[in-house]
Structure formats: C-alpha cells, structure tokens
C-alpha cells in the first residue's frame, strides 16, 4: 500500500503573512483592528498576532470594501452591522472567480 501524504493545514497566521497575502502594510491591519470589532486575532505569550483563517476572510472583507469598493471606514462599518451575510457569500465568490481567472491565465500562459 501506498504511503500518502497527509495535507496539514495552517491554523494561524501571523500578521506579516496576512499583510502579504494582500499586499498592505502590516499596520493598515492592525490600523483595522483598532477600527472594526469583527477582527479578532488571537495573541500568543509574547504578544503576536494569531490569525485563523475566519480573521483573514474578515480582513479581506474589510480590504474589498475599503480598498476594492472605495468605502470610507465609517462606511463599510455601517454595511458589516446591517448586512453581513450576503456580504460574506459576495466576497466568497469573488474570491472563487479571481482564483479561476488566475488558472486561466496559467494555462493560456502555457500554451501561448
């Protein structure tokens, strides 16, 4: 029988991993800590950030509404008090659609 290698997946992340993911400053995201109470990181001992991957979605959440749709902060705070949910599932599938328009480019970057 074949040896399969097991997937582990990250629990946390540290801040300077969120910040790359979206390429802002690690202080714009502790700047949105300070400002929006969905962003919670957990802190370890020393006092760094811990991520999980609902803090990334609501980071990115704030990132898309701020950065992407041009919300002032007091703006996009209103919108996460009223309707939060449908928010979620817009900005999930936008994700989905950025992730499969990246593939497409691979493979037409291959076969050009």
Do not use: C
């Not at 690690?26 to 999980?52: A, C, H, V, Y």
């Not at 002032?72 to 817009?90: C, P, R, Y």
């Amino acid at each position: 029988m074949p040896y399969k290698e097991k997937v582990i997946e990250k629990k946390y992340f540290s801040i300077g991993e969120v910040a790359e993911m979206l390429d802002v400053a690690t202080s714009l995201i502790r700047f949105w800590e300070s400002e929006f109470d969905i962003i919670k990181p957990k802190k370890n001992r020393k006092g760094n950030r811990q991520f999980t991957k609902e803090d990334i979605d609501h980071v990115k959440l704030i990132y898309h509404l701020v950065k992407e749709k041009g919300y002032t902060l007091q703006g996009a705070k209103d919108l996460l008090k009223n309707g939060n949910d449908t928010l979620k599932e817009k900005i999930e599938i936008i994700d989905s659609l950025k992730k499969i328009k990246n593939f497409l480019k691979e493979i037409r970057a291959k076969f050009a």
